[in-house]
């Protein structure tokens, strides 16, 4: 599932899961285009945070493999 997805299913905006996240609006759009490999894991993980969901829930795998400031592989 996507972010798109997740948003939907909290039945968040996407103004909604930026403010809760503490991201821009423009970050949630660009994540929501298919995004998310290549991005922060900081920043998924504060979306995740806000969507009440893991990290392994949007991604899938191991957190383990990423440290804190590094970018999602792909």
């Known amino acids: 599932p996507t972010i798109a997805f997740w948003r939907r299913v909290r039945r968040m905006s996407q103004e909604d899961?930026?403010?809760?996240a503490g991201v821009c609006l423009s970050t949630v759009k660009w994540l929501e285009r298919g995004r998310e490999y290549g991005a922060r894991v900081d920043i998924i993980e504060h979306i995740c945070e806000a969507l009440d969901i893991s990290l392994e829930e949007l991604v899938g795998g191991s957190r383990r493999r990423w440290e804190r400031g590094q970018r999602l592989p792909g």
Do not use: D, I, T
């Open 17 to 20: 899961l930026a403010e809760a």
